[in-house]
């Protein structure tokens, strides 16, 4: 029986690698959301307020995400757009479709919207729960936006 | 309402890795493949796997009565799943869809992981296959034909290809009609691939085994000769020696995994829902990933043939060990929140097979717990630890190996040799799982 027997070289580089993965967690640095507020002027625009409001219960219309959202063509847009929400931040759709479609929003139980061909529609929820979400068209099966709740 | 969601089963999903992680796992990553490949020792530590043997444990694991019972024990848990599939209802409630795909899938990781090869020595397809040779008095492990032995384990590999395929590009995978067929496929190739060729052909062709055979290499536990040993880790991965194929497993697994990440970022989502024909990209992408593994790892390891005396060929499977760590990194980094929270509601649905609201195992009235997801700091350390880790593990595994088949450099008079000389077979091969570290943490920050 043959135990290997560990190089003390071995735990100082074990021990570098936890001091070093210690620091992003402890600099504080880390938590703070890595892209701005809604990209890509005209198909979403937050308004004012938006970028560091702090979760609040009471999801005002001032700092609500509005999203455009276009669907022509068989072709969605915005098309698989990231956006960055913050928790209880509400989110309003605008919706013009050239057929008749569901938007889904899979956020807490789900949120779904009916839209006629022809007749803008405007819907809105709220993001309560932090994680990642998609909103996508039912009926094409494509990716209209991902919100990213933190 | 469950909206079925569009992508996999999972509809809430653990946010970008932030880029601060990004940077920081890439860093330590480098400094630490630097410090291993300039200072790490020169002579070969984990020659012989070594260990503690275990004979008492051995003797009840393979006592026949404890055998027997895991496997009817995995066998009813197979069946009870399979009832779902049957003749459940065709909604997200029904716990087949979690079992596939969270707890069968991702569950392999940690159970192979804590376990070894428990999937192995419990495999519902072996002891169906055993049942079957029971009943018709033959031998399981003799079939009609023999396997070339060359085959290895390539057609797990195109197996796991095919389960990443159902996974992350099947239109309505969560659907039971697709579902069955996959499954059904699966069932009927293996049990006649095993009546054809014996029972040789699981472990030759099952995505799931080869899977978990895979991860099962960096577990713990380890058989050597009649008898498991308790080991290190590193030596265990140090003396595996995959089949053919083992290294094409490998790829498969680590391309899918990336895949699953590519697959969401902005940039491919538009290029895919742009295209006339989605399904041809995204299988382009996907087994485009699963080459560029195997090509790069191929190459890297070929390279070391320079400074040996194999041939180039001989190479990627004796240092396949060094990638497994990286594999599991990947996979627990990117499956932990699905398993955490798919596995949950999996295991409340499987009290209800049938959806006639049945409460059989007590579980159907639980909740599931999404506390982790108010946590994304913590979601993103377990990321960040997990690639990181198994990188380091990895590397010191591929420098291992290299010493082990090189044997220590040497000049002409029999010196030991300048560093210089130690360092440079291992390059391509260092910078290859750098490579493969910054490409998952990057993908995981899903631009």
């Known amino acids: 029986m043959q135990i290997p027997r560990w190089d003390p070289r071995v735990t100082v580089a074990g021990v570098t690698i936890g001091l070093c993965l210690a620091l992003p967690g402890c600099t504080g640095a880390p938590a703070a959301p890595t892209s701005s507020p809604p990209a890509t002027p005209g198909s979403a625009s937050a ?6 409001a702090a979760p609040s219960a009471s999801s005002s219309e001032a700092n609500a995400v509005v999203i455009d959202i276009t669907i022509a063509n068989g072709q969605v847009s915005p098309s698989g ?14 919706v013009t479709s050239d057929q008749d479609d569901e938007i889904h929003a899979h956020v807490g139980d789900g949120y779904e919207l ?10 809105s929820f709220v993001a309560t729960d932090g994680g990642s979400f998609e909103i996508e068209s039912h009926e094409l099966d494509k990716i209209i936006a991902i919100l990213n709740v933190r | 309402m469950i909206l079925i969601p569009l992508h996999g089963i999972a509809s809430r999903r653990e946010l970008p890795l932030p880029f601060s992680f990004v940077v920081a796992g890439a860093a330590i990553a480098l400094a630490i493949s630097f410090v291993v490949l300039v200072f790490a020792w020169r002579r070969p530590r984990f020659a012989a796997v070594g260990g503690l043997p275990l004979p008492r444990l051995t003797a009840v694991l393979d006592h026949g009565g404890v055998r027997l019972a895991a496997r009817l024990l995995v066998l009813a848990v197979f069946g009870w799943a399979a009832l779902a599939m049957m003749a459940g209802q065709d909604l ?43 009943l018709a008095r033959v031998d399981p492990d003799h079939g009609l034909l023999r396997l070339p032995p060359r085959l290895g384990t390539w057609p797990a590999a195109v197996g796991v290809l095919c389960f990443a395929w159902l996974e992350l590009i099947q239109p309505d995978r969560t659907t039971l009609a697709v579902l069955r067929v996959w499954v059904l496929g699966w069932f009927v190739i293996m049990i006649i691939g095993a009546v054809l060729f014996g029972r040789g052909w699981i472990g030759a062709a099952d995505p799931l085994e080869a899977y978990a055979s895979t991860v099962a290499q960096l577990s713990v536990w380890r058989r050597v000769g009649e008898q498991i040993r308790l080991v290190d880790p590193l030596a265990g991965l140090s003396a595996w020696r995959p089949p053919p194929g083992g290294v ?11 895949y699953d990440s590519f697959a969401n970022t902005t940039w491919w989502i538009q290029t895919v829902q742009r295209s006339a024909h989605p399904l041809v990209w995204e299988t382009g992408g996907l087994v485009m990933l699963a080459l560029i593994v195997l090509c790069s790892f191929a190459a890297a390891a070929a390279w070391t043939a320079r400074y040996g005396s194999r041939g180039p060929g001989a190479y990627p499977r004796l240092m396949a060990g060094s990638v497994v760590p990286i594999v599991v990194g990947y996979a627990i980094a990117h499956y932990t929140t699905l398993l955490i929270l798919e596995g949950q509601r999996t295991a409340i649905n499987f009290s209800d097979p049938l959806g006639r609201g049945w409460n059989v195992f ?16 913590a979601i993103a350390m377990i990321q960040l630890l997990a690639i990181v880790i198994g990188h380091v ?24 040799a300048a560093d210089s000389r130690a ?13 493969y570290t910054c490409a998952g943490l990057v993908l995981l920050f899903s631009p």
């Not at chain 2, 094409?248 to 990336?258: D, E, F, K, M, R």
């Not at chain 2, 007590?362 to 700091?377: L, Q």
């Not at chain 2, 593990?393 to 030991?416: M, Y």
């Not at chain 2, 360092?423 to 490579?435: D, E, F, H, R, S």
């Open chain 2, 393 to 416: 593990l990895g590397i010191v595994v591929a420098h291992e190996k290299a010493i082990q088949l090189l044997g220590p450099a040497r000049t002409a008079a029999g010196e030991p």
């Open chain 1, 81 to 94: 757009e990231k956006l960055s929400l913050t928790r209880g931040q509400k989110v309003i759709m605008n």
């Open chain 1, 114 to 123: 009916e839209v006629t061909a022809g007749k803008p529609v405007t819907g």
């Open chain 2, 362 to 377: 007590g579980s159907a009235e639980m909740g599931v717990n999404a506390a982790i997801f108010n946590h994304p700091t």
């Open chain 2, 248 to 258: 094409a497993v490998i790829a498969a697994l680590l391309g899918s995994t990336a």
């Open chain 2, 92 to 134: 997200l409630t029904n716990p087949i869809f979690g079992f596939v795909f969270a707890w069968v899938w991702v569950g392999m990781v940690p159970i192979s992981l804590l376990s070894g090869q428990f999937w192995r020595a419990t495999n519902p397809l072996r002891t169906v296959h055993l049942g079957l040779c029971a």
């Open chain 1, 47 to 52: 308004t004012a307020g938006s970028a560091g």
């Open chain 2, 423 to 435: 360092i440079a077979p291992q390059l391509p091969m260092l910078l290859v799982m750098i490579g």
